[in-house]
């Protein structure tokens, strides 16, 4: 499970819950998070709350289409970077991966790319129904082998954020992914999707799955939830205690659903 969180609170209740389960657990940040807290000190509270967890905690950059962002995450502790070039020709795509690899893989840092157009919005980045492409076999193998990275996310029929209607997802292309190359898949658009689904998308060989419009669900709601049942109560910490369980619920929910065969 990866999880987008967004401040120390977030970050906190998705590392309580995977200590809960004693289970691994990817905290991703989005560009917007990092403009926001700066790479120095979003980087220095997330390797903090790692360094304290008695799990595995692996900091990811998501949807990064800076390159000068990308390295300086990468220098202020992130472990994991996804550069997100869906938006360029496939040689452009490559190239900036190269680049992005190049500068990672001393440092032990790992790489993921993104190939195909996936819908929705995620923070900032908002792709359209009619602007989203599927990525194929044959430029999915090309892009893996001739970029370098370590983890691939390739358009499959998933979106980012509500699904409105059912997606018309290509289980076939993760299986055949799984099958062409050595290298880990990666679920985008995690939120909503049936446990079938889910299953079915970890059994054809997703090995990560992005979970973000459910953990902001979960604090927005949250708020709304405490403030209609406490509107006169001054208590931050309560308030705060308030949200971090109903994150940490979250969370724990879908680590339990993709960890489900090995629990």
Not at 12 to 21: C, D, F, H
Not at 58 to 71: E, G, R, S, V, W
Not at 121 to 142: G, Y
Request: aromatic residues 8%.
């Amino acid at each position: 499970g990866a999880f987008n969180i967004f401040n120390y609170l977030s970050a906190r209740a998705v590392i309580r819950g995977a200590q809960k389960l004693a289970l691994p657990v990817i905290l991703q940040t989005s560009m917007q998070a990092v403009r926001r807290f700066g790479p120095e000190e979003l980087g220095t509270m997330l390797r903090q709350l790692a360094w304290n967890a008695s799990t595995n905690v692996i900091i990811h950059l998501d949807h990064c289409t800076n390159l000068d962002m990308a390295k300086a995450c990468m220098d202020a502790g992130w472990d994991s970077i996804m550069f997100d070039g869906s938006a360029l020709p496939l040689e452009e795509n490559i190239r900036l991966c190269q680049e992005v690899v190049s500068y990672a893989h001393p440092r032990g840092i790992y790489v993921e790319g993104e190939l195909g157009r996936i819908g929705g919005v995620e923070d900032d980045i908002a792709v359209k129904a009619s602007e989203t492409s599927q990525a194929s076999l044959e430029e999915a193998i090309r892009f893996v082998k001739e970029s370098g990275i370590d983890t691939f996310a390739p358009a499959i029929g998933t979106a980012h954020g509500q699904y409105h209607s059912a997606p018309k997802i290509k289980f076939d292309l993760v299986a055949e992914l799984k099958n062409a190359v050595d290298t880990p898949i990666v679920i985008h658009g995690g939120t909503g999707l049936p446990e079938t689904t889910f299953r079915k998308l970890i059994r054809n060989g997703g090995a990560k799955v992005n979970v973000s419009t459910a953990i902001k669900q979960a604090y927005i709601h949250g708020c709304q939830e405490y403030m209609k049942e406490n509107p006169e109560l001054l208590d931050p910490i309560g308030f705060d205690q308030f949200l971090n369980c109903r994150i940490e619920e979250t969370a724990m929910k879908h680590m339990e659903l993709f960890h489900r065969d090995f629990l």
